[in-house]
């Protein structure tokens, strides 16, 4: 088990940035497959991106492509979500997520780990 902690989010206007960290325990980090989820009232958690163990390998949902960057510094136990502009539709509680696994995985249920969430907001 690794205990996730995220932190960085807030209230920000549209076209604007934020960056979000996932800090965790423990000493195997680098053998976790990680991952951002967001989910907005009323919706279910959905993937952002995920990335794996050693960072070669990313994967982005259609409607965060060219906008968000996931990376991680397996040295500091972190991993990271860049948003760069920023959109109404954005707004949710992200979440991170880990996993032991060197295969890619996009649902939660997959997911034994899980961060307490950080809210995002994005004004109009």
């Known amino acids: 088990q690794v205990q996730l902690i995220e932190s960085g989010g807030g209230l920000v206007q549209a076209g604007g940035s934020l960056r979000l960290s996932c800090a965790a325990s423990?000493?195997?980090?680098?053998?976790?497959?990680m991952a951002w989820f967001r989910q907005a009232p009323g919706t279910e958690r959905t993937i952002v991106g995920a990335?794996?163990?050693?960072?070669?390998?990313?994967y982005y949902t259609d409607s965060v492509k060219d906008r968000f960057t996931i990376s991680r510094d397996n040295a500091k136990n972190t991993m990271y979500l860049q948003m760069n502009n920023l959109k109404p539709e954005d707004t949710a509680v992200y979440y991170c997520?880990?996993?032991?696994?060197?295969?890619?995985?996009?649902?939660?249920?997959?997911?034994?780990?899980w961060g307490q969430g950080t809210q995002v907001t994005v004004s109009s």
């Open positions: 997520a880990a996993r032991i696994s060197s295969r890619l995985a996009i649902t939660t249920d997959l997911y034994g780990n």
């Open positions: 423990g000493r195997t980090f680098g053998n976790y497959y």
């Open positions: 990335i794996n163990g050693n960072s070669d390998s990313t």
